[in-house]
């Protein structure tokens, strides 16, 4: 079973930056794609950005493409999800996933944290 652990979240101002981590416990997911999903009260889960096991792809939501960015660093066991000019809408509790095949879109992955929040202020 692999655990992951999200850490980084807090509250920032609009136009501020937070960097959001990813690590992995009990086993590596070196081999694994990881995604970045978020769900804000009263709003579905949704995509936010996605990283192939090489870290060679990567994939972003129109919402977040140039803000956000997304990188891994195998030899730590970590994901990293760094987000700039953050905005109020970008408020939500943020989840890493991993999966070892199929659509990075698609939040059917089998592996999950426990959610970190962001609180983005105006």
């Known amino acids: 079973q692999v655990q992951l652990v999200e850490s980084g979240g807090g509250l920032v101002q609009a136009g501020g930056s937070l960097r959001l981590s990813c690590a992995a416990s009990?086993?590596?997911?070196?081999?694994?794609?990881v995604g970045w999903f978020r769900q804000a009260p009263g709003k579905k889960r949704e995509f936010v950005a996605a990283?192939?096991?090489?870290?060679?792809?990567?994939l972003y939501a129109d919402s977040v493409k140039g803000r956000f960015t997304t990188s891994r660093d195998n030899g730590k066991n970590t994901v990293y999800l760094q987000m700039n000019r953050l905005k109020p809408e970008d408020t939500a509790v943020y989840y890493c996933?991993?999966?070892?095949?199929?659509?990075?879109?698609?939040?059917?992955?089998?592996?999950w944290g426990q959610g970190t929040q962001v609180t983005v202020s105006s």
């Open positions: 009990e086993r590596t997911f070196s081999s694994d794609a």
């Open positions: 996933a991993a999966r070892t095949n199929g659509d990075m879109r698609s939040d059917d992955y089998h592996y």
């Open positions: 990283i192939s096991w090489s870290g060679i792809r990567t």
